[in-house]
C-alpha cells in the first residue's frame, strides 16, 4: 500500500530500472537523466537530484565568443581613433608638426611598431615555453630557481637603463630593442608556463603512464593540454608588455610609434604627441582582445566546462 502521490517503493533486493550496483555502488545510467520525472530533481539540482547548482553555466558563458566580446572593444578603439583624426583634422598645424607626420611617417612607425611586437613576442614564446616546460622536469627541475631569478631580473630592470646597455653593446639599431623587449617579457609567459604544468594532478600523470603513453606522449596529449589556458594567459600579458615596451625602441634607433611621443615631447607639438599616444594605446587595447579571443579559441574544449 502506497500513500496517494507517493511512487511505489522496489522490494527489497531489487533496484529501480537504470539503476546497477558495482562492487557495492549504485548508478543510475545516464538515459535515466531522460526520463521526464527526474527533470525536477536530477537536471535542477533539487530535491533528489544529480549535481548541486554551481557557477559553471556563468563560467562556461565567459568563455564563449559572445557579440560583446566580438564588437564593443572594437567600436570603442574605433571611435576614440575617429574622433582623434577628426581633433586632428582641425589642429592648427605649424611647419614643424606637419613634418612629423608628412611622408607617410605616421603609418611607417606604426609598421614599426607592429613588427617589433609581433617579432618579439615570437622569440618569447619559442624560448619562454620549451624552457618552462624543460624547468619542470625531474632532472632539470633544480635549476629552476636560478632560471627565475634571472629572469625576474630582466623584467626588474629599468626598460630604458636595459635598452641603453644593449645599445652600448650591440650599437644602435632594431636588434638591440628587439633584444631588450624580449628580455623584458620572458617572465610571464616562462612563469605561466611552469605554474600550469605544476598543477596538473599527478594522478591523471601517472594515469597516461600507466596506459603505456610514453614521456612525450605525456606530454603533448595531457600536460600540455591542461596547462594551455594559464600559458595563454601569459602570452596575452607578454603581448601588452611588448606594445607598451617597443615605444622606448625608438631611443635605441629601432623605429616604433615612440618617434612620434618623442617627436612631440621634443618639439613641444602636443598635436604630434596626442596622436604617437592615442595609437599606442589603441594597439595595445587591439592587441589584447585579439589575445582575449585566442584564448577562448584555443581552450581545449575538454576544459570548457573546468575551473
Do not use: C
Not at 550496483?21 to 536530477?42: C, I, N, Q, S
Not at 605616421?106 to 611586437?117: D, E, G, K, N, S
Request: glycine share 14%; proline share 6%; charged share 15%.
Amino acid at each position: 500500500m502506497t500513500w496517494r502521490g507517493q511512487p511505489r517503493r522496489p522490494p527489497r533486493g531489487e533496484r529501480p530500472a537504470g539503476e546497477h550496483e558495482v562492487r557495492g555502488v549504485a548508478f543510475r545510467d545516464l538515459g535515466g537523466l531522460d526520463d521526464p520525472a527526474l527533470d525536477h530533481g536530477d537536471r535542477t539540482g533539487g530535491p533528489g537530484g544529480g549535481r548541486p547548482p554551481d557557477d559553471t553555466d556563468a563560467a562556461d558563458h565567459s568563455r564563449r565568443l559572445t557579440w560583446p566580446k566580438l564588437t564593443v572593444l572594437p567600436v570603442i578603439v574605433f571611435a576614440v581613433l575617429f574622433a582623434t583624426w577628426l581633433w586632428f583634422q582641425g589642429a592648427d598645424l605649424d611647419s614643424i608638426a606637419r613634418n612629423s607626420i608628412a611622408g607617410g611617417n605616421v603609418w611607417l612607425r606604426l609598421r614599426q611598431h607592429i613588427v617589433l611586437t609581433v617579432v618579439s613576442t615570437f622569440f618569447v614564446l619559442i624560448i619562454a615555453i620549451p624552457l618552462g616546460i624543460l624547468l619542470t622536469r625531474r632532472r632539470v627541475r633544480r635549476a629552476a630557481p636560478v632560471v627565475m631569478a634571472v629572469a625576474n631580473i630582466g623584467q626588474a630592470t629599468p626598460a630604458i637603463g636595459l635598452l641603453a646597455l644593449l645599445v652600448i653593446w650591440m650599437g644602435i639599431g632594431m636588434r638591440a630593442a628587439l633584444v631588450g623587449i624580449v628580455i623584458y617579457a620572458v617572465l610571464p609567459v616562462l612563469a605561466n608556463t611552469m605554474a600550469g604544468l605544476r598543477a596538473i594532478d599527478p594522478t591523471l600523470v601517472e594515469a597516461a603512464r600507466g596506459i603505456g603513453m610514453s614521456a612525450l606522449g605525456v606530454l603533448g596529449r595531457v600536460e600540455l593540454p591542461l596547462a594551455v589556458p594559464l600559458i595563454l594567459a601569459g602570452v596575452r600579458t607578454a603581448l601588452v608588455l611588448n606594445v607598451g615596451t617597443a615605444t622606448l625602441a625608438y631611443f635605441g634607433g629601432g623605429g616604433g610609434l615612440g618617434d612620434l611621443i618623442a617627436s612631440g615631447i621634443t618639439n613641444q607639438r602636443m598635436s604630434v604627441l596626442v596622436l604617437g599616444s592615442v595609437l599606442t594605446v589603441a594597439l595595445a587595447l587591439v592587441v589584447d582582445w585579439l589575445a582575449s579571443l585566442a584564448e577562448i579559441l584555443l581552450r581545449p574544449r575538454g576544459l570548457e566546462g573546468g575551473g
